[in-house]
């Protein structure tokens, strides 16, 4: 437990698995490119995977998430701590269920892209530890409400499209939430007549 413990503290703290300005189109890719170098290495596992918690993909032409689990199962170590991903700037038209499988994800970049749907983002509300979210620059921020409606759906958020969640932002999801949200009717069941 305690070679387990040591690992994920050094992934921590290790910089991102950078695959930035890589021109990407399928997560496969991941493979058989070859990640930007930083000014700190990432450190490997004995088994020779990387420990980090962090994955940048940015700036690339990826469109869907195909194989994004079993190719994080093959890089990282803890494929399951993973707690930051930047998919900004690439062409996701959604927001794919497969980044709900992690449950530690703290923070979530999805700005620059094409996410056409307001409830695309109800997919995110069963991450718990998600504090960090960025959507700004996809169709969706067009839509009356945005804002108000992020933060209704996914309440535990301290900063949206980099600027803080404040008090009064909470206040007016709430509010936003009561006037535009029609609760679920229950329906009767035959035996209750």
Known sequence: MSMRWDCCKISLQAPPLDYSFRGISFIQDLLTEEPRAGLKVIRRSAGGKLLTQAVRLNN?????????????EQLLEYPAELSWVDLSFNDLPTIDPVLTMYPNLRALNLHGNSIQSLCEVDKLAV??????????????????????????VLPQLKSFDFSGVTKQDRSTATFWRRMNVKPKKVKKRRDDY
């Open 60 to 72: 690339n032409t990826i469109n869907e998430l195909t194989d994004f689990a079993s190719t994080m």
């Open 127 to 152: 991450l718990p530890r998600l504090r960090t979210l960025t959507l700004h620059g996809n169709p969706i921020e067009e839509e009356k409400g945005y804002r108000s409606y992020v933060l209704s």
